[in-house]
């Protein structure tokens, strides 16, 4: 059975820092320390956005919107993804998701982690 599991999520002040985790189990994700993995986002009203990358040897890439405060990181051994965000601002306030970047990782989502930011 596969399961994408998202976690760390809450409600912080504008500048606050929350740290997410992903663990994925299951089916493709066996495969999990292979793949390039991200985190995705989706605000109410709005599609879901990529926000994070990283390969299955650690380079990371980021959105604009993000860069220089998110930090994606990976512990294979663990099947597990994590997104550090520091200097939350309002604009980030959304639904969290993890996910691998292949076609058929998008028929397996997550109930995805809520993060609001507001003072």
């Known amino acids: 059975q596969v399961q994408l599991v998202e976690s760390g999520g809450g409600m912080v002040q504008p500048g606050g820092s929350l740290r997410l985790s992903c663990t994925a189990s299951?089916?493709?994700?066996?495969?999990?320390?292979?793949?390039?993995m991200g985190w995705y986002r989706q605000a109410p009203g709005k599609q879901r956005e990529l926000v994070a990358t990283?390969?299955?040897?650690?380079?990371?890439n980021y959105a604009d919107s993000v860069k220089g405060r998110f930090a994606i990181s990976r512990d294979n051994g663990k099947n597990t993804l994590f997104l550090q965000m520091n200097n939350l601002k309002p604009e980030d306030t959304a639904v969290y998701y993890c996910?691998?970047?292949?076609?058929?990782?998008?028929?397996?989502w997550g109930q995805g982690t809520q993060v609001t930011v507001s003072s």
């Open positions: 996910n691998a970047l292949r076609p058929e990782a998008a028929n397996y």
């Open positions: 299951g089916g493709i994700f066996r495969l999990f320390s292979n793949y390039v």
């Open positions: 990283i390969t299955s040897g650690g380079t990371a």
